[in-house]
């Protein structure tokens, strides 16, 4: 209720009153520590937490979504998208929806009726289509040529590492670079490295489990001054030596590389994380990872699998193809192909559900 409140009073007062900025803090906790919980209960072992979390998780979507709702169809009749897209750049609305997509983002993965809530999220589709407007707009047609510019990577983070020199005997230090949204790794060695060959060494471990160790002396072919690695966004490092001998050791430096962030309106990045989650939600559906909804076993006679399969509708989507009712369509983006193929998704759904769930 103080949501839409506060929502209606920036859009068509201007004004965000007193407490806005302890309204914010409050509903971020608050709506943060909910989600949170739940998240814990949904990975525990006992069916009666489990179930507790899933039904208060369904609950609060459908009352956040239906208030949503509410107010987005109130302000939309009052204004024009662009107009309550900028004064509600700020407000608790705006926080708390991306904070709630980006949690169900996660949830997505555990026991959760991701069918249902498939139905429940579908409901902000529109309203967020006419909150950013037409994508020809001068606004969005910038804004979207932008996300199709090459981006340079940039330095995200930097870390130096250096052992003693010369390094001790049975070592087994390990170190873990974490840098969330980095996607490669560059380690520099110095020109001294050195370790005893063979038996003392350096290993590096790639997001993906890859594992690369280096021994001897740098400069050579097993052993690059410069090393890439691809996976990120972490990367872990373990010194071994074992109870004899020893060299200089080590020293390199570990930069973490990430694409920059694209300037992006809340609205639009609100509805690129919404079809995100509608496009999750549905692949959690149709590989019917919710034992809530079909139950620990779920035999699906062939025939109704090949029902959907081969039906008008879906058979030209698995063959990497458009429905034909929809008639001719242009390239105008990725975004529009995206939204057309989630609307397939959307329309067809109750169909697809029904053949799930019958035996």
């Keep these: 209720m103080a949501n839409n409140?506060?929502?209606?009073?920036?859009?068509?007062?201007?004004?965000?009153?007193?407490?806005?900025?302890?309204?914010?803090?409050?509903?971020w906790a608050v709506q943060g520590s909910l989600l949170s919980w739940c998240f814990c209960q949904l990975k525990r072992e006992d069916a009666t937490s489990r179930l507790m979390a899933r039904d208060l998780v369904v609950k609060y979507i459908d009352l956040f979504l239906s208030d949503t709702k509410d107010v987005l169809e109130y302000l939309l009749s009052q204004c024009s998208g662009k107009e309550i897209s900028g004064k509600l750049n700020d407000s608790v609305f705006a926080m708390a929806t991306r904070q709630l997509i980006t949690y169900m983002l996660e949830l997505c993965a555990l026991d959760i009726p991701h069918c249902s809530l498939l139905q429940s999220f579908s409901r902000l589709t529109k309203l967020l289509k006419k909150l950013c407007g037409d994508p020809t707009e001068s606004a969005n047609k910038v804004e979207m040529e932008s996300w199709n510019q090459v981006q340079q990577p940039v330095v995200l983070q930097t870390w130096n590492m250096e052992s003693p020199h010369n390094y001790e005997n049975n070592c087994r230090d390990t170190t873990v670079f974490l840098c969330p949204g980095a996607t490669y790794f560059?380690?520099?060695?110095?020109?001294?490295?050195?370790?005893?060959?063979?038996?003392?060494?350096?290993?590096?471990?790639?997001a993906r489990g890859g594992k690369v160790r280096y021994d001897h002396k740098v400069g050579t072919d097993k052993w690059p001054k410069k090393?890439?690695?691809?996976?990120?966004?972490?990367l872990q490092f373990l010194f071994f030596s074992d109870g004899s001998n020893n060299e200089w050791g080590f020293k390199f430096t570990v930069t973490a590389f990430g694409l920059p962030d694209i300037?992006?309106?809340?609205?639009?990045?609100?509805?690129?994380?919404?079809a995100r989650l509608l496009g999750r939600l549905a692949s959690r559906s149709m590989a019917m990872k919710s034992t809530c909804e079909l139950g620990p076993t779920a035999e699906i006679p062939s025939a109704k699998v090949s029902s959907v399969v081969s039906s008008p509708l879906w058979k030209p989507v698995f063959r990497h193809q458009m429905y034909t009712e929809f008639g001719s369509i242009t390239k105008k983006g990725c975004v529009e192909v995206?939204?057309?193929?989630?609307?397939?998704?959307?329309?067809?759904?109750?169909?697809?559900?029904?053949?799930?769930?019958c035996k």
């Design 5 to 27: 409140d506060e929502c209606k009073m920036l859009v068509l007062h201007d004004s965000q009153g007193e407490c806005g900025t302890i309204l914010h803090s409050l509903f």
């Design 263 to 274: 300037a992006l309106s809340w609205s639009s990045d609100l509805q690129l994380l919404v």
């Design 227 to 234: 090393v890439t690695f691809k996976a990120g966004p972490q």
């Design 186 to 206: 560059e380690v520099e060695f110095d020109d001294k490295c050195e370790t005893e060959k063979r038996y003392d060494y350096l290993e590096f471990t790639d």
């Design 338 to 357: 995206s939204s057309i193929f989630l609307l397939l998704i959307i329309n067809t759904h109750s169909i697809f559900k029904d053949c799930l769930i």
